[in-house]
């Protein structure tokens, strides 16, 4: 499981970084982000990537979001 | 169709549409500036100089519409739970950034959203501006390949999250009461004084929709801005890097907007010469809008992304609309602000000068991956 601590970097770097991971095909990815819309990025590379989004956790405490990517089986 | 690309493209059609109302004559007389319905860095730029941070009277006037998207922005964050105080993310070299981003908006003569409302409006000028800002964002991305990243933001206190909105409300406050500080600053030659706070009796500043209808405009902007996340310089960027058009559909959405309220309203006039608040210099728009296609993706968005970040709770991106404040007030003071005369010289060392350094700021902050 590779995990991608992309919190509190600017756009669009934690997708530069999933989309990284994700060429390496793995089967699941973590990537942790702090804003909403670093949510709604990373979800919509992932997806066009052949990745979906298997869950979104939000740490309300420490203030993050850890989103779960998974390879969709063709 | 997304839920998503639906709110980007109606965000952007709104933005389009007021606009174009800002424009016309639908509440009294006088109206926003020719093709000017938003223009981010013009209208801080006239916020700077109705402090007296700059002495250009023509371009002096606290415009409603700045401190409407802010605090758009900021009620739209609470509202949707995404207001969120953090910074440390090279606070110091966003302000320079802003900064430069300015430079290039002035030598130009508008921000990315100008742009797109000058093309809308039939200045060809606008399109020359477009290729320079691809140009700008392209030399971004290669930075963004080769590893170029400004740091992480931290969570901080909540407090500081609120002090640009605070600075904003007092500005309001301002704007509404149009204080004297100081009756002696400037006396006019017909015998009135125009002193701090200062607003502009002729030129763009004097050209403004009334201050309720500004106010209200940006709100509605500031608040579509920040559930869409519509970003200028996000929707080439993104077209480029991850071939994903999702912020650029906002952008298009923005011009055939615009363009068609322009046509209703009779106001497109195709051409390069005579175009309201605009010069003819090809290479110095191209050169000033890649400035500002460059600052905008070190920066992570456009002049617009950057109030709207300010405003919900971001203070590395108030550090750079305080940046770009800073450089309205030094361009003006300065002469390297363009006018509808044409570029300085002052303004085509600066723009250079820009490059270079926003180059070599992507440089020096690559990270080893």
């Known amino acids: 499981m590779i995990e991608i601590d992309a919190r509190g970097l600017s756009c ?21 982000v702090s804003a909403k819309v670093q949510v709604e990025n990373v979800t919509r590379m992932a997806r066009s990537k ?19 990517l998974a390879r969709k089986s063709k | 169709m997304r839920k998503e690309s639906i709110v980007v493209i109606l965000s952007g059609g709104i933005v389009g549409l007021l606009s174009v109302l800002l424009t016309v004559k639908i509440f009294g007389d006088n109206t926003n500036p ?15 100089g109705a402090l007296g941070l700059h002495r250009a009277e023509p371009v002096q006037y606290i415009r409603p519409e700045i401190l409407g998207i802010i605090i758009g922005a900021l009620i739209a964050s609470l509202l949707l739970r995404e207001f969120r105080s953090e910074g440390g993310s090279s606070p110091v070299l966003r302000f320079l950034l802003g900064m430069f981003v300015m430079f290039g908006a002035l030598v130009f003569l508008g921000c990315p959203l100008r742009m797109v409302l000058r093309i809308a409006g039939g200045d060809l000028n606008g399109l020359i501006a477009l290729c320079g800002f691809i140009a700008g964002v392209l030399v971004g991305v290669l930075l963004l390949k080769a590893g170029f990243n400004l740091g992480r933001a931290y969570p901080l206190k909540t407090i500081n999250g609120w002090i640009l909105p605070a600075i904003i409300i007092v500005l309001l406050i301002l704007a509404i009461t149009v204080p004297v500080f100081n009756p002696k600053a400037s006396a006019l030659p017909d015998g009135r004084t125009n002193s701090p706070i200062f607003s502009s009796i002729k030129g763009p500043g004097s050209q403004h929709a009334p201050l309720l209808f500004s106010l209200i405009a940006g709100i509605v902007v500031g608040v579509l801005a920040q559930r869409s996340r519509l970003c200028f310089a996000g929707g080439v960027r993104d077209t480029i890097l991850i071939r994903d058009i ?20 009779g106001k497109v006039k195709f051409g390069f010469e005579g175009q309201p608040i605009a010069h003819t210099e090809h290479l110095w728009n191209f050169v000033g809008m890649a400035l500002v296609g460059l600052g905008s993706v070190l920066l992570g968005g456009c002049p617009l992304r950057q109030l709207v970040l300010a405003g919900r709770g971001n203070t590395d991106s108030s550090l750079a609309v305080l940046g770009m404040v800073a450089g309205a007030a030094f361009a003006h003071n300065l002469n390297f602000a363009s006018s509808p005369q044409g570029t300085t010289d002052w303004g085509r060392a600066i723009a250079i000068t820009g490059i270079v350094v926003c180059v070599l700021i992507g440089l020096l902050n690559r990270e080893k991956s």
């Open chain 1, 12 to 32: 669009p770097i934690p997708v530069l970084q999933t989309k990284k991971a994700l060429e390496k095909n793995p089967t699941e990815v973590t990537v942790l």
């Open chain 1, 50 to 68: 052949n990745y979906e989004v298997k869950s979104v956790e939000e740490d309300k405490k420490e203030g993050f979001f850890k989103i779960h």
């Open chain 2, 34 to 48: 020719p093709n000017m319905g938003f223009c981010i860095a013009c209208f801080e730029r006239d916020t700077a």
């Open chain 2, 246 to 265: 999702h912020l650029l559909s906002g952008f298009i959405a923005v011009f055939a907007v615009a363009f068609f309220g322009n046509l209703i309203a």
